[in-house]
């Protein structure tokens, strides 16, 4: 019997999200990036701070009906889903009883684009929803860290990796995707929400 198996570090246990390494086959993750190649992929504006800038990715996002989305003070119309990202949806629905119903794409063209400290808290997310995270292409590390104590964690998203955020991650830890220069292909990540339909067209 392994020594201390009653007593695995806090870290392992008390946190709010879980890594499925490999959570899609080979032939699901091609007819994925396949599909991608048709997105109508955008790299919006942000206004930070009084100043406009092009976001270091680009993006599309996909949802059910009346699921729009403000991000970073944009609205983002919600188009409908793509054939293999909807069978994504439902698979991850009925596996993990969860009621997602949008997705955001984030394409990175190579390392040097990324994404930085940030909680996926918006009010159109549906109260302590879950958010599932797939990940394609080149495999990225994936930062997170405590709003509190600052306590940090790095992981690896390989391709056909499946993360997932549950609450409180979203409240009390914020996540990043670095920028890395050595890495020069690219990658697609798809975190599916749940929102609250309507809720910017009451
Ligand atoms: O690309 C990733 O792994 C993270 C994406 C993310 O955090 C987001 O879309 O909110
Ligand atoms: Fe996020």
Known sequence: MPLFEDAPSQSQTDVPWQ???????SKQQQL?????AHFPFSRPELTVFGK???IPRTQAWFADA????????????????????????????????????????????????????HSDDEPELMPQS??????????????????????????ALAAGDLLLMRWPM??????????RAKITDAR????????????HQP
């Open 19 to 25: 890594l499925l390494s490999g959570y899609l086959s």
């Open 170 to 179: 979203q409240r009390d830890w914020q996540h990043a995707l670095p920028s």
């Open 32 to 36: 994925l990036w396949q599909e991608a």
């Open 188 to 199: 697609l990540n798809f975190t599916f929400r749940q929102i609250v339909p309507f809720y």
């Open 66 to 117: 009346g699921c729009d989305y403000l991000y970073s003070g944009l609205m983002i119309r919600a188009l409908p889903w793509p054939h293999y990202l909807a069978r994504l949806c439902q698979q991850l629905n009925q596996e993990f009883q969860l009621q997602l119903n949008g997705v955001l794409v984030n394409h990175y063209a190579n390392g040097q684009e990324k994404m930085g400290w």
């Open 130 to 155: 879950t958010i599932a995270s797939v990940s394609l292409g080149a495999a990225r590390d994936f930062d997170i860290r405590h709003k509190q104590s600052g306590e940090k964690h790095r992981i």
């Open 52 to 54: 406009q800038h092009a």
